[in-house]
């Protein structure tokens, strides 16, 4: 089965930074589009930022939601098997569980039932 493992998560101060990884067991990211999640408690869960593998096009393109851009860069190691999230000038209202998920085909990247594979969440807490 396709396992999908985020990490990186922890406790930082409001303004600092955290990088957040995910990988797939067994496989390679190279051609799969990824998306990472976020639910604070209390909110649904919302999209953060994803990398999208056009097939068609063989390229790829990055998303933000509007809340993160320009703080937050999600890119691809392909050398390591890993999408990395860089999370700079981290608010408070960044404080949720982070979910990595992926998916094999072109998905609508902002919507959490376009991925098939999801990992179990790494907890983020940014004091105020």
């Known amino acids: 089965q396709v396992q999908v493992v985020e990490s990186g998560g922890g406790l930082v101060q409001a303004g600092g930074s955290l990088r957040l990884s995910c990988t797939a067991s067994g496989r390679a990211f190279s051609s799969w589009s990824v998306g990472w999640f976020r639910q604070a408690p209390g909110k649904e869960r919302e999209f953060v930022a994803a990398?999208?593998?056009?097939?068609?096009?063989?390229?790829?393109?990055?998303y933000y939601a509007t809340s993160v851009k320009g703080r937050f860069t999600i890119s691809r190691d392909n050398a390591k098997n890993t999408v990395p999230l860089q999370m700079n000038s981290l608010k408070a209202e960044d404080t949720a569980v982070y979910y990595c998920a992926a998916a094999l085909l072109e998905p609508k990247y902002y919507s959490d039932s376009a991925y098939s594979y999801w990992g179990q969440g790494t907890q983020v807490t940014v004091s105020s």
């Open positions: 990398i999208v593998w056009s097939g068609g096009s063989r390229i790829y393109s990055t």
